[in-house]
T-cell receptor
């Protein structure tokens, strides 16, 4: 079955530091890959996505590249801000069969950014 | 204009009670989902509907019954609530399978 593994948190950084959150996956076929962000007390928001190998998703300074050869989709940001403090989820979705687009999530990584 | 809305936002109830959570989306999407987030933030799908038809039914107890009166609404009814049902329940929608999903704000259920 499908699975997603994220680096364990929590991750604590100072403002303007470089961020990497590792994500690797196991899936059949060619899934779409996503990063979602959950701010305290809120629902999940789509941060970025990639639908095929070598695609790069980007949004709000965050980037992730779909690497089929290493089955990875690592999230990066060059300079984090205090407002980036949140929980970040890596996820994948397969279409077809009994999957019908259901999202399989990683366990989430808590990011805290200090001034 | 809220894209995916859920009511109520908070729900505190006693063990053994029956409760419902409502979800509505105004995005015109065909597919809707229910997810459960436990206390460790882990998210797991429960159900998925496409155009009012049940598509995904994960290993969820029979006490949980989704209902979709039309493709813009997906409600979740829970019978005989148990302590272990305490969690945050998220509704989501997407325009098609494999498409990006848009989440509601969540319903925080606490069973005492």
């Amino acid at each position: 079955g499908n699975s997603v593994t994220q680096m364990e948190g929590p991750v604590t950084l100072s403002e303007e530091a470089f961020l990497t959150i590792n994500c690797t996956y196991t899936a059949t076929g060619y899934p779409s890959l996503f990063w979602y962000v959950q701010y305290p007390g809120e629902g999940l928001q789509l941060l970025l996505k990639a639908t095929k190998a070598d695609d790069k998703g980007s949004n709000k300074g965050f980037e992730a590249t779909y690497r089929k050869e290493t089955t990875s989709f690592h999230l990066e940001k060059g300079s984090v801000q205090v407002s980036d403090s949140a929980v970040y989820f890596c996820a994948l979705a397969n279409a077809g069969g009994t999957s019908y687009g259901k999202l399989t999530f990683g366990q989430g990584t808590i990011l805290t950014v200090h001034p | 204009d809220t894209a995916v809305s859920q009511t109520p936002k908070y729900l505190v109830t006693q063990m053994g009670n029956d409760k419902s959570i409502k979800c509505e989306q105004n995005l015109g999407h065909d597919t809707m989902y229910w997810y459960k987030q436990d206390s460790k933030k882990f998210l797991k799908i429960m159900f998925s509907y496409n155009n009012k038809e049940l598509i995904i039914n994960e290993t969820v107890p029979n006490r949980f019954s989704p209902k979709s009166p039309d493709k813009a609404h997906l409600n979740l009814h829970i019978n005989s609530l148990e302590l272990g049902d305490s969690a945050v329940y998220f509704c989501a929608s997407s325009p098609f399978a494999e498409g990006a999903q848009y989440f509601g704000p969540g319903t925080r259920l606490l069973v005492l």
